[in-house]
DNA sequence: AAAAGCTGCAACCGCTCTGCG
DNA sequence: CCGCAGAGCGGTTGCAGCTTT
């Protein structure tokens, strides 16, 4: 029959595919009179003549007739295939089938790590073009790619990560710059690299002056004026680095604390138990967020203000928010995660050299207080692993930068994907396309450097956090590959200067308008953490940005601002 | 062990583009 | 130039399997 010789066609198929499709050829002949049937209506073309076609999954007996067909009469004239061979589905349908699953050569799998490269490259060329990227990957399916990004997206989302690392956004712009000279302007993968790593803050910024009254959770940003662009070209949310609203509340508690552990490996694991911190966090977060500015003007003062949900770590973790509170939400979206795509790391780690990477984190490295240096992972005795990698990555950073004298001169080549952190990115980014600043990394991190800065006290008189057990830390194997060496490795030693002005000046420098949403944001944060926490922040910020192979750095500070941001601007 | 939640993939839907009469 | 049909594309949805609680 037709099954036999379609199974030697398609074999690498089956051998890929789930098993679905297995059950699918024990269940053949009931599929075929029992499976959701319509009229072919939707598919558009009216090849069906009210016959009614079938949807829902194919049955490998209807893969057995088209391949067949297919192989009789070729590719195209999709609606034909229901005539000539009585399959039940329209043109559309089959056409969607042969592509992405029956027609020779497809690679079924995992992509490869150079795969997931090109397509991080093309996509940030092309946008969602998923066919034309479809069209550089041999064997892969536009609908392939299509899901793997939006997946990327997912999960860069949910660790508030950029999309595209550094070099892609910087080789993409300006390739964007010269073909739009030549194509006259074509709209194309340019907004979205604005949108991913530029635009972002337009829309921070914007809605934080739209927005004079307390916005705890802004599923909708108002007019983003120039940052419209962004939700334009991307669609909805997932571009936009804000967790979505709509993301379960279990979920993003699970990611929030999911943070924790890297904050707390960054810093001396000596102490009370974090869960201490993090009431603590919570508790001044909460505090900041519930009164109205100006914020108490002292910080520190651990008052027992009630703070409605906000009623400790437990609460947090037991899962009894409401997803509906938005103040929550908004504490919770400050708080980095290292929650770091698997893929992305790995691949991007792997692709380019890891060493250089790290000197450009070198600027992030906030000074923290001398008692709070990072101790060696003999201090960390519940290391999870990833500490010690984060430990490693500052140390090399440290020596590292011993020798780069030259920052700027990190203007990347364009395959160095790794070597630059997302800072330096949009620093080389500036100053070679000289475009006015729109700023992700930079609105970002100087914010983020700001709240570090502003609030400089130290941790004098704060007791060291301990380091988290290994259960609190969401593993994500590929992320960190920790080599017995790199856990001999020496600790840290964190880099007093503080770069906070490093992108602010710049920034003020470019007419932004930022100086009064960074003195509202750094004012904000500074109260919002204490001087205490403000200078944990710092560590969290160094072991942070290391951890995520410094690109992803902008990101936790952009991940820090969507709740700042909904705070009410001071009057 | 069971239930709930999350993730990723396959397929569908609706729109746009293109070719043709 | 207009309308139609086919083809293609991108966004969205549904579901099965996996993970977490």
Redesign the pocket.
């Known amino acids: 029959m037709v099954l036999t010789c379609w199974w030697g066609f398609v074999h690498d198929y089956k051998e890929?595919?789930?098993?679905?499709?297995e059950?699918e050829d024990v269940m053949f002949s009931k599929d075929q009179t029992e499976s959701p049937l319509?009229d072919d209506d939707?598919?558009?073309?009216?090849?069906g003549g009210g016959v009614v076609l079938?949807?829902?999954?194919?049955t490998s007996a209807e893969?057995a007739i088209l391949i067949d067909y297919v192989k009789k009469h070729g590719?195209?004239?999709?609606?034909?295939v229901q005539k000539h061979s009585g399959l039940l589905?329209?043109?559309?349908?089959c056409?969607?089938?042969w592509?992405?699953?029956l027609r020779p050569n497809l690679k079924?799998g995992?992509f490869t790590q150079e795969e997931e490269q090109l397509i991080i490259e093309l996509h940030a060329k092309?946008?969602?073009?998923?066919?034309?990227?479809?069209?550089h990957l041999p064997g892969r399916?536009?609908?392939?790619i299509?899901?793997?990004w939006?997946?990327r997206i997912?999960?860069r989302q949910?660790a508030g990560l950029p999309l595209y690392p550094p070099e892609v956004c910087l080789q993409a712009k300006q390739e964007s710059h010269s073909s739009s000279a030549v194509n006259g302007g074509d709209r194309g993968p340019h907004d979205i690299l604005q949108n991913n790593s530029y635009e972002i803050p337009d829309v921070i910024f914007d809605s934080l002056k739209a927005n004079q009254s307390v916005l705890p959770y802004v599923p909708e940003l108002p007019d983003l004026s120039a940052s419209s662009m962004l939700m334009k070209g991307?669609?909805?949310s997932p571009y936009c680095g804000f967790i979505s609203p709509t993301?379960?509340?279990?979920?993003?508690?699970?990611?929030s604390?999911a943070f924790f552990p890297s904050y707390t490996g960054a810093v001396k694991s000596e102490g009370p138990l974090f869960e201490q911190f993090q009431d603590d966090m919570l508790d001044k977060a909460a505090r900041s967020f519930e009164l109205p500015f100006p914020i108490e003007p002292d910080p520190t003062a651990k008052n027992s203000q009630s703070f409605g949900v906000f009623l400790g770590s437990h609460a947090i973790s037991?899962?009894n928010f409401s997803a509906s509170e938005p103040t929550l939400e908004a504490v919770k979206l400050e708080l980095p995660s290292l929650q770091y795509?698997?893929t992305e790391l790995g691949n991007w780690g792997t692709l380019s050299c890891p060493p250089p990477l790290l000197e450009n984190v070198d600027a992030f490295i906030q000074s923290p207080p001398p008692t709070s240096g990072v101790e060696s992972d003999s201090l960390l005795p519940r290391n999870s692993g990833l500490l010690d990698a984060l430990l490693h990555e500052a140390k090399t950073l440290s020596s590292a930068k011993n020798h780069a004298s030259d920052k700027s001169s990190n203007s990347s080549t364009p395959g160095d994907i790794a070597e630059s952190s997302n800072f330096n990115i949009c620093e080389t980014d500036r100053e070679n396309c000289g475009e006015p600043l729109s700023p992700v990394g930079h609105s970002a991190t100087s914010l983020f450097s700001e709240c570090i800065s502003a609030s400089g006290s130290s941790l004098d008189g704060q007791p060291p956090i301990e380091t988290f057990t290994e259960s609190h830390v969401?593993?994500e194997p590929a992320d960190l590959v920790l080599t017995p060496e790199i856990q001999k490795e020496t600790p840290i030693q964190l880099d007093s200067n503080c770069p906070d002005n490093l992108f602010a000046s710049n920034w003020l420098d470019q007419g932004s308008g930022f100086d009064k949403d960074q003195t509202i944001m750094t004012d904000a944060i500074a109260s919002l953490l204490g001087d205490d926490l403000s200078s944990e922040y710092k560590n969290m910020a160094a072991a942070t940005s290391i951890s995520s192979q410094a690109w992803g750095l902008g990101s936790c500070a952009w991940n820090n601002m969507p709740a700042v941001c909904q705070m009410p601007e001071l009057p």
């Open positions: 890929m595919s789930h098993t679905k499709n059950r319509v939707n598919c558009g073309g009216g090849a079938k949807k829902g999954p194919w893969d590719e195209g004239n999709w609606n034909a589905r329209c043109g559309k349908s056409r969607l089938r592509a992405n699953h079924k995992a092309m946008g969602n073009k998923w066919a034309r990227m479809a069209s399916t536009d609908n392939e299509k899901n793997y939006n997946t997912k999960r949910r991307l669609g909805s993301i379960h509340r279990q979920k993003r508690l699970r990611e604390t037991n899962g795509p698997e969401k593993s």
